[in-house]
């Protein structure tokens, strides 16, 4: 047994301490974020669940010779509270504002369809013509605004 020597093999002892360190850390953090998650919902401090609502399309409303007199907009809820809405903003194909009605009180009902109208297009400060494509933004009175796709007016 002489002239043997012992090799050393594996991890050394600082780095393996090193890395159960760095280990029991991230465990730590994750349990930790885990555990704050859960009581906060248990305790109830989350907001109610968000507004969410969706225009589905508008319709033009014309008089008897056939001039534009105002808007029926379509739009339904899709979320789990009611939402009232309190002003539409309509903009034109350019994207610039023509028209802002905003003494509404719209109530919509969760997962219902609401037709909103007869809305009077007096404050209109541009062009509205039946063809073109134009976006409708809802405002709700909690400050959520619901845009629709650019849609086409019929």
Not at 30 to 38: A, N, P
Request: with cysteine; charged share 15%; proline share 4%.
């Amino acid at each position: 047994m002489q002239g043997t020597t012992l090799r050393r093999t594996g991890v050394p002892v600082l780095f393996a301490t090193l890395c159960l360190i760095a280990l029991a850390i991230t465990a730590g953090i994750v349990i930790y974020i885990f555990t704050s998650g859960s009581i906060t919902i248990c305790m109830g401090a989350f907001p109610e669940s968000p507004e969410r609502a969706m225009v589905h399309s508008f319709t033009m409303v014309t008089d008897t010779n056939g001039r534009i007199t105002g808007l029926e907009i379509y739009a339904q809820n899709v979320g789990e509270m009611e939402i009232t809405v309190n002003t539409i903003r309509i903009k034109d194909p350019a994207g610039n504002t023509i028209g802002v009605i905003d003494d509404l009180t719209t109530l919509l009902r969760p997962s219902k369809l609401t037709i909103i109208s007869p809305l009077s297009l007096d404050e209109l400060t541009g062009t509205f013509q039946a063809g073109n494509y134009y976006t409708i933004n809802l405002i709700s009175g909690k400050g959520a605004v619901f845009t629709s796709l650019t849609t086409k007016g019929n």
